[in-house]
């Protein structure tokens, strides 16, 4: 990870006061009661619930989102922004289900930091783990929220060794808990030496908070019964010998994550995880790009984007392009160029998504995430400039683990298909490959999921009922090497080669086979499983 303001005291305070930030774990660990209270102790909401109950209503717009409501996921991500104390916090939503994992990844790169939430009973779960590893990927700091603990959970230390043992990664506790499930009473800060009693009689209220001298402050026995303070002193004596203290250097570069304990529901550690965020969070991050890096305080306005999101109106076919700001003070009606076609935009209608609605974007920093209205010019990958040609780089695409054909049911809408197709392929919902041979397209995804979503919103969104069959394909690898070999390649393989929504030329098979005897006989072609978005 790069620097952070922290030892770049230059940073203007507008962008030293940004934390961006999403938050990954395994459904039912508590996410979008943690982003509630987030909300709540944000100001952006005024009672707990509404995210929810907004949530509800806006999926109740589309078969879509219906069917996003049965299954209890979440597809769609999108950016909140509200402020906490001084700093600005902009959370990035990222999509639970592991169907759409190239999706979270994505979103991961818009992001400086991850809380991981984990269930205090359940420890590290499996979506954890995988989100965990695309964290890892990108070296994004981690800070850890134990939930539940309002709840019969597991022992303290065997929560920490189980992260340390399956995510090979360093913990620190930033807080210690006093007394399990009936008996939770609430946490002593290691931080700042306080003790942070819960408040069980009103979910939404902040707990009480006892400044306290050190461990030996006779103050902690008014407060906590003579047994549990024991197992507290001789638990956190245990700690100090066994677990690293918390070091930022450390915490900043991926191989460290402070936990700190808690109960969303009733409200407890959510704030001292905020100030958590706020504190040791990183700032926002130099932004890796060619020819060159963008630093976040460079006064010229660029960005990127990292989604790109339907309209949820299926009357119109606008889309939202979610564009992380990389660099500068960028202000409503700027000309931004977009760096792809190199033709100029101007950014009128920009949007930032406060928790109470969407709301004009009047001004934004590095950090900040925006939403841009477009239809159909932004794509995932693009980067916008106040003129330079610079491209952000790191933003993949990998290629889908399964493969279907698809067919409009009605034939005369064969070129309404390939329109909904290519709007999915921009959007990133999913591949779409058009074979040298025949008429039909074979459409790629990493989650059958995927598919049922696909038909549902080509059906929703264009009138147009399709039907996904299928494959005689199962793998699919897009082919590198000189524009000369590539063209004699494909020559030569017909009846493997398709394109893909860019153009570029991608070799389909079924058979490992297939892709190792390419290896073999043509070395001048390499086939990929990722490709760069530009
Ligand atoms: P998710 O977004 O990660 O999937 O989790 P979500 O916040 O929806 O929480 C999953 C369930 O866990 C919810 O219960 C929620 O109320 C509960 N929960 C969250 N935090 C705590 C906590 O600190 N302590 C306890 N005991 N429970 C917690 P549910 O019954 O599925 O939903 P609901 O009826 O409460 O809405």
Redo the contacts with the bound molecule.
């Keep these: 990870m790069s620097q952070t303001a922290r030892n770049r005291p230059d940073l203007p305070p507008e962008i030293a006061r940004r934390r961006t930030f999403a938050i990954i774990?395994?459904?039912?660990?508590?996410?979008?009661?943690?982003?509630?209270k987030f909300l709540l102790f944000g100001g952006a909401i005024q009672m707990a619930g509404q995210v929810?109950a907004k949530g509800e209503a806006r999926r109740t717009r589309s078969d879509f989102m219906a069917m996003e409501k049965d299954r209890?996921i979440?597809v769609s991500a999108s950016a909140m922004s509200f402020d906490f104390k001084e700093f600005r916090f902009n959370l990035v939503d990222t999509p639970?289900h592991s169907d759409f994992s190239e999706d979270t990844y994505r979103t991961l790169t818009a992001v400086d930091a991850a809380v991981m939430?984990i269930?205090g009973a359940k420890g590290v779960e499996s979506q954890t783990q995988k989100l965990f590893e695309v964290c890892r990927m990108r070296d994004l700091p981690i800070l850890t929220f134990c939930?539940?603990?309002?709840?019969e959970s597991r022992d303290v230390f065997e929560i920490i060794d189980e992260i340390q043992e399956n995510l090979a990664i360093d913990v620190t506790p930033a807080s210690w808990p006093i007394g399990v499930g009936r008996d939770f009473l609430g946490c002593y800060d290691i931080l700042r030496d306080r003790l942070e009693l819960m408040d069980r009689a009103d979910r939404n209220r902040v707990a009480e908070s006892v400044e306290i001298n050190g461990l030996d402050d006779p103050k902690l026995a008014e407060h906590v019964p003579a047994q549990l303070l024991e197992k507290l002193r001789e638990d956190l004596e245990m700690a100090r010998e066994l677990l690293p203290s918390l070091d930022m250097a450390a915490m900043h570069e991926g191989s460290l994550t402070p936990i700190w304990f808690?109960?969303?529901?009733?409200s407890?550690g959510v704030k001292e995880l905020m100030d958590g965020i706020a504190n040791y969070g990183p700032e926002p991050q130099i932004q890796s790009a060619e020819p060159r890096q963008i630093l976040p305080e460079e006064p010229k306005v660029s960005g990127f984007v990292f989604k790109v999101q339907a309209n949820m109106d299926p009357k119109h076919r606008d889309r939202v392009a979610f564009l992380r700001l990389a660099s500068g003070h960028f202000t409503r009606g700027m000309k931004l160029t977009h760096v792809r076609s190199k033709k100029p935009m101007a950014i009128t209608n920009p949007v930032m998504f406060l928790a109470s609605d969407r709301e004009l974007a009047e001004e934004a920093w590095a950090g900040d995430i925006i939403g841009i209205p477009n239809h159909g010019q932004l794509r995932i990958g693009d980067t916008l400039t106040e003129g330079e040609a610079i491209r952000v780089t790191g933003i993949p695409s990998f290629a889908p683990e399964l493969l279907q054909g698809v067919r409009a049911g009605d034939p005369m809408k064969a070129k309404h298909l390939e329109k909904a197709l290519m709007q999915f392929a921009e959007e990133g919902a999913a591949k779409v490959f058009k074979p040298s041979i025949g008429s039909g397209f074979v459409v790629g995804v990493v989650g059958q999921l995927q598919f049922e979503v696909l038909a549902s919103r080509i059906e929703l969104e264009y009138g147009l009922p399709v039907r996904f069959e299928a494959s005689q394909f199962t793998s699919a690898r897009w082919v590198k090497g000189d524009r000369q070999a590539i063209d004699k390649f494909a020559e030569s393989n017909k009846q493997h080669i398709a394109h893909d929504h860019d153009g570029d030329v991608v070799y389909l098979t079924r058979l490992q086979w297939d892709i190792d005897r390419v290896d073999r006989d043509y070395p001048d072609i390499t086939l990929t499983a990722t490709k760069e978005m530009m």
Excluded: Q
């Design positions: 774990s395994h459904p039912d660990a508590g996410k979008t009661t943690l982003t509630e929810r209890g979440s639970g939430v269930d939930n539940k603990m309002d709840r808690g109960s969303a529901i009733n407890f």
